[in-house]
């Protein structure tokens, strides 16, 4: 397992404040039977906007992006933006669910290589880029953690 930047660690952290319980506890992993143990995983993603564009990257995933993943069997489970600056101008939390780690990268080629996908995106940064930095973090749940239903 490679090493955390502690940049990361620490950019990451503030966003535990914005999940609910829930997401923490929609594990569907069982560490005490590795036979039945599920290979779901959640990414943590994290969208730095450039300056001013936060609203047309809110747009474009409240218009375009979440139905294109749908299609391409990528799971929204929730997504927030921050209360307090600085993050509150520029920043996108969001969680997705993905069947398993290898399913979630064949989900994300598929989605980057739809052309719908492609064309909205040309269309929106037609103006400039809307994304500076993009930080994703997949995830398990630990086996304490409280089930979804």
């Known amino acids: 397992m490679p090493a955390v930047k502690r940049r990361t660690l620490l950019q990451a952290l ?16 069982d560490n005490a039977n590795p036979k ?8 943590l993603r994290v969208y730095h906007a450039a300056p001013g564009k936060l609203g047309e990257l809110l747009a474009r995933f409240r218009d375009h992006t979440i139905k294109i993943f749908d299609r ?3 799971k929204s ?3 927030w ?14 969680i997705l669910q993905h069947p398993s780690r290898e399913e979630g990268a064949a989900n994300w080629k ?13 269309k ?26």
């Open 14 to 29: 503030p966003a535990a404040a914005f999940l609910p319980e829930s997401v923490w506890g929609a594990s569907q992993q």
């Open 36 to 43: 039945t143990a599920s290979t779901v995983v959640y990414e």
């Open 72 to 74: 391409h069997g990528i």
């Open 77 to 79: 489970v929730a997504y």
């Open 81 to 94: 933006t921050p209360v307090e600056e600085p993050q509150k101008s520029n920043t996108l939390f969001y």
């Open 110 to 122: 598929s989605f980057q290589d739809d052309p719908e996908w492609k064309s909205v995106k040309e």
């Open 124 to 149: 929106s940064e037609a103006n400039g880029k809307l994304v500076e930095k993009i930080d994703s973090t997949f995830l398990v749940l630990t086996d304490f953690s409280p089930r979804l239903p």
